[in-house]
T-cell receptor
Framework: NAGVTQTPKFRILKIGQSMTLQCTQD?????MYWYRQDPGMGLKLIYY???????DKGEVPNGYNVSRSTTEDFPLRLELAAPSQTSVYFC????????????FGPGTRLTVL | SQKIEQNSEALNIQEGKTATLTCNYT??????LQWYRQDPGRGPVFLLL?????KEKRKERLKVTFDTTLKQSLFHITASQPADSATYLC?????????FGKGNQVVVIP
């Protein structure tokens, strides 16, 4: 079991560029989440999904898009990168909702210049 | 709106003592509450889950309490060790969402 994997580990983008952060889990989890964490701050929920084909907004969805076409994959899309999106992005998954533990990926460190 | 509050100041504690962290939440009634540990540059790691009908849960040197009347959870690390130095996050869980407090840093001094 690889758990939750994220790619890339690091990325530098120029303002206005687009990119997709990849997240894959091999635990057959229904729930998946994307967070961002700014330096010295907590995790903020961007989007989450309760199953393939179902996504919903978290606290800070503006500037991001997601899709969930399979149980395993939950990519996060940045369409027009802005300096305010400089952050560390974590993907997580859980089998169900709060009754089961969350598993986190190693994170993607994104810098927008 | 729903709020999760953890003390933003780092807790410095002598090795061997008990560290106690507080998590308060407002404007909702979670049925479950989870605690995680996060080391610098790494993703959070699950530690404990407690249900609303459980007053206390233990795992090795960790103990969590859940007071639904006070809307508060306490997280204790007994006989603390330098390896326990990390940030600890609480997640009082509404349905469908894994949302966290800002975390509370613990520094265990040898």
């Amino acid at each position: 079991n690889a758990g939750v994997t994220q790619t890339p580990k690091f990325r530098i983008l120029k303002i206005g560029q687009s990119m997709t952060l990849q997240c894959t889990q091999d635990m057959n989890h229904n729930y998946m989440y994307w967070y961002r964490q700014d330096p010295g701050m907590g995790l903020k929920l961007i989007y989450y999904s309760v199953g393939a084909g179902i996504t919903d907004k978290g606290e800070v969805p503006n500037g991001y898009n997601v899709s969930r076409s399979t149980t395993e994959d939950f990519p996060l899309r940045l369409e027009l990168a802005a300096p305010s999106q400089t952050s560390v992005y974590f993907c997580a998954s859980s089998y169900t909702d709060g009754r089961t533990q969350g598993f986190f990926g190693p994170g993607t460190r994104l810098t927008v210049l | 709106s729903q709020k999760i509050e953890q003390n933003s100041e780092a807790l410095n504690i002598q090795e061997g003592k008990t560290a106690t962290l507080t998590c308060n939440y407002t404007n909702y009634s979670p049925a479950y509450l989870q605690w995680y540990r996060q080391d610098p540059g790494r993703g959070p790691v699950f530690l404990l889950l407690i249900r609303e009908n459980e007053k206390e849960k233990r795992k090795e040197r960790l103990k969590v309490t859940f007071d639904t009347t006070l809307k508060q959870s306490l997280f204790h690390i007994t006989a603390s060790q330098p390896a326990d130095s990390a940030t600890y996050l609480c997640a009082p869980l509404p349905a469908n969402r894994l949302a966290f407090g800002k975390g509370n840093q613990v520094v265990v001094i040898p």
